[in-house]
């Protein structure tokens, strides 16, 4: 399987390194050349400098021949463009993107996208473990 990531920060370089494991062969886009520091001196995949809205960096990371592509630069409007690019003009039946924004999230994903919100998974952790605590009552005084 092949996989191209987009964006390799903190989070792309995570996926494409846990994806390299499981042996997929991935290449990661950053507009940053020092972005390939993340993904270690020992990596085996393929590394492509460039913005990844631009369809010759969509090619020359192989985009022709990809089977999934994982969108995780640092803003929803990139990664929404970037992934309707994938789906819609590059027919990438998997086309996985982060959007921070829980309605915007919510949007795309209703129109086909496969959204990841880690603001929502947030809200949602965050009151699930408010309500797990035990928090003793306090007898009301008059």
Known sequence: M??????????????ALQL????WDVTAIDEKEEALQRLGEHWAGG?????GMDTEILRK??????????????????????GQVAQKRFD???????????????????????????TK??????TEAVRSCEIPRQEATV
């Open 92 to 118: 990438i039946q998997c086309v996985v993107i982060r959007v921070l924004d829980p309605a915007r999230a919510e949007f795309y994903n209703e129109r086909g996208l496969r959204t990841v919100c880690p």
């Open 20 to 23: 390299a494991r499981e042996e």
């Open 61 to 82: 990371a192989g985009i022709e021949e990809t089977d999934a592509v994982v969108v995780a630069t640092d803003g929803d409007n990139t990664n929404i463009v970037i």
């Open 47 to 51: 590394f492509v400098v460039g913005h």
């Open 121 to 126: 998974t947030a809200i949602d952790a965050l």
């Open 2 to 15: 092949k996989a191209i990531v987009v964006g390799c920060g903190r989070v792309g370089s995570s996926i």
